[in-house]
């Protein structure tokens, strides 16, 4: 939802320090894999109860996941590396929810829940790019990207913020879990209704 108007806040440091990235030697492919290494230590940090010590490679690792897209615009950008950072960030965005249940077994539900909404949401997603590309569609409504992304309620700021408030009120994971997955689906449900009257 928030996506789309912080993009022009953003997008410009980070296209300066793309800029300054690739000249230094940096890749693209090289920063998506490191925010994904940061994403996962922070999920380990998790996993162990240190809630407070995952902030930092949390967040870390989403400014990789802005900085990889904005190197790969300096250089050259790639359908792979389109590929391995969508794929990196539905790997991250798995493993959150997976470590909050391996810290506390009382997690599992509302964390299989979560995960459910969440694969549901990437399929409404990720299905929906694949028929644009096909249809030849563009949008620019989230930046310059490698695929169709589709608004909705619930998009990459909003889960940020939403994984930060679990780090933050680890004891309030279930009721907090609940209601994000709840709002997935809600997300989930009004992208494949704008597909219908799309693709149809």
């Known amino acids: 939802m928030f996506d789309a108007r912080i993009r022009p806040l953003i997008d410009p440091p980070l296209d300066r320090a793309g800029r300054h990235l690739a000249r230094w030697g940096a890749t693209a492919d090289a920063i998506t894999l490191t925010g994904l290494a940061l994403g996962l230590i922070s999920a380990v940090c998790i996993a162990l109860g240190a809630f407070g010590w995952a902030l930092l490679p949390l967040l870390v690792s989403r400014v990789l996941d802005g900085l990889d897209g904005a190197v790969a615009r300096a250089t050259h950008p790639t359908d792979f590396g389109g590929y391995l950072d969508i794929w990196a960030d539905f790997v991250f965005y798995g493993a959150v929810p997976f470590a909050f249940a391996v810290a506390d077994p009382a997690n599992a ?22 028929q644009a590309e096909k249809r030849g569609l563009t949008t620019r409504a989230q930046g310059r990207k490698s695929l169709y992304y589709s608004v909705g309620l619930l998009e990459g700021a909003e889960t940020i913020a939403f994984f930060v408030l679990l780090c933050l009120l680890p004891n309030q994971f279930a009721p907090l879990a609940w209601a994000f997955g709840g709002l997935c689906l809600l997300t989930a449900t009004a992208r494949v209704m704008n597909a219908r009257h799309i693709l149809s």
């Open 109 to 130: 539900l509302p964390a299989a829940f979560l995960l459910l909404s969440f694969y549901v949401n990437g399929t409404s997603f990720l299905g929906f790019a694949v």
